[in-house]
């Protein structure tokens, strides 16, 4: 049943909804949604429902009708607007998760307006005050599923009306001029995005939202206040871009790369920079007094070091750090460890406040081949000397070696006593290996081993090399894969002691009468290792090929058949294995090259 209901100078769809519902004494707003080209269920109107109306995108045609409005007319009511830049496929321009209006405008019976959906909209110019979306008196929001009124539904009490600042004015106003103007309005958005994202405490956080959409009006104003000075024109905004690299280095000096990883944020994020030299004049953007927290790696690369030497002090709550759970773009959470920048750059800055200039005259290394946290520790207890070269940063910072801790307990070392670094270089194997013989009593540990560095006790060792050998240390000698080594070993009978230990070892004595040569020209043998057998016989159809198999055996094997007669030892397993053909010309050339000459077929 249609109504009559045109819209009204610079009036919002969402708004005409509001007005339909009122003059002509429907119910609700639900009641007639459909007739507004709105797909609803019997749930109410949501704020989805009411954002997607006021973009239009709903069955304009119905709309009309039910109104008796020009579809044109109605099209262009309709406010739309692309995703902000930078930010997310889920971000918004449009704001509707409650009214947004001016409690002046709305006493005088003016219409919901069309520039009271953009988030950034938080005045009314012709009369000097603030938009509200919640009551003052109890803070209940004014909910879009109602009709817009300016008394609120919980305590009743009317809007009150406070006056605006200069700066969300004059920002309403450039809004409101733009309005019909898409590539003009989107750019000035796009303005105070980037400002947002720059100056925002979380810039960093790799899933972090602006989300101006779910913005109370308050919280909009407070950004547009800071944000306005710097965005308002173009000069204005490219000039302050320029600045912001030298403004955050004054803020974090001992940070230097921080501006580049804001910058690569902001471009990853769809910002888009001018190449503009900076000024000496007072033009960048306001940086909040709040806690500004950053990734792990890319506070570590502003302060140029490394993750894992960041990491140390942070787990010695030399830092601050705290974890943060995002949601990224697969809609699933995510947990990273952020670090508090000022504390970095606060422990940093102390750490130059105590070093003295290099002066050339002893040799110094650096405090990042050190444990940091050792350093750390001494250098602010005035127990350790240390020293810069060049620049104030951490990776100019230096220390001698014999008054670090590491070198102290170096000094004191038992002579009967081996790291495990060293004992892995007597058994050619690795640090874990060692440290699974210890857990597994081939190796003791010495009664000086510590937290920080364990240590070996050298009789220890001597009997384990007396007694067993570790397969790595025959590879090596036999110039053979490990592995490999291994299931020739199991196919001669030759097992581990024990076969629990983390690589396989073995006792001397079996090894005694072992026959290298037999092992190094072992050509079939059962493995374990997950890749296809070795070939043999059983595992070939063709007549020709299992003749070739004992040729080749005969020689001692594929690599010392090749050595002899030449050839690929790759082409020559294919065809033992038949993923190769095997012709008659390959067939002729094969038994010319065995010596004797032996006919295959």
Known sequence: ????????????????????????????????????????????????????????????????????????????????????????????????????????????????????????????????????????????????????????????????????SEQELECTEALMDKIDNVNAIEKLLDRLMLGWLLTSPDCLRPHHRLSPQLKSVSEMRDLIDRLWPYCSDEPTFTQSLANFQNQVVAKWQYLPNLPSAIKERALSAGGKFNNTVPDNENRTFELPVSVWWAPINETARSAGISAFVLKKLIEEKYIASKVFNDTGDDKKQHKFLMVNLDSVNELIGKLIQKAQPYNGKISLTSIKHYPIEEIVHGVLSEKLPIYFKGKNLINQLYVLNIDTEKAKRKELRPDDALTVKEAGEVLHTYHSVVVDLINHGFLLEHDSSGSRRLLIKRDSLDRFKDKFIVIGSIAEELGENATNLAEKLAAVGITPQPDNTLVKIYLKKKLKDLDIQRIKSMASYDTKTGRKPSYNQENVSSLRVKNLILLIDKHGGITDFTRKFGGSEGTLSMMLRERKSFGNLAVRRMEKKSWPPRRLV
């Open 1 to 164: 049943m249609p109504v009559q209901c045109l819209l009204l100078e610079g009036e919002s769809l969402p708004g005409l909804l509001s007005r339909a519902t009122h003059v002509n004494s429907y119910a609700s707003m639900f009641s007639i949604a459909n007739y507004f080209g709105m797909e609803t269920s019997g749930n109410g109107l949501t704020k989805n429902h009411m954002r997607m109306l006021a973009k239009g995108n709903v069955n304009i045609e119905a709309l009309a009708s039910f109104t008796g409005e020009e579809p044109l007319r109605v099209k262009q009511a309709a406010l739309t607007l692309r995703s902000p830049m930078p930010g997310t496929v889920s971000d918004d321009y449009i704001s509707f998760n409650s009214w947004r209006f001016c409690p002046s405008c709305v006493r005088e019976g003016r219409p919901h307006q069309r520039a009271w959906l953009i988030s950034f909209v938080t005045a009314c110019p012709e009369h000097q005050c603030q938009l509200v979306d919640s009551c003052h008196a109890c803070g209940t929001t004014y909910s879009t599923a109602h009709m817009l009124s300016r008394f609120c539904l919980v305590c009743h009490k009317p809007a009150n009306k406070i006056i605006a």
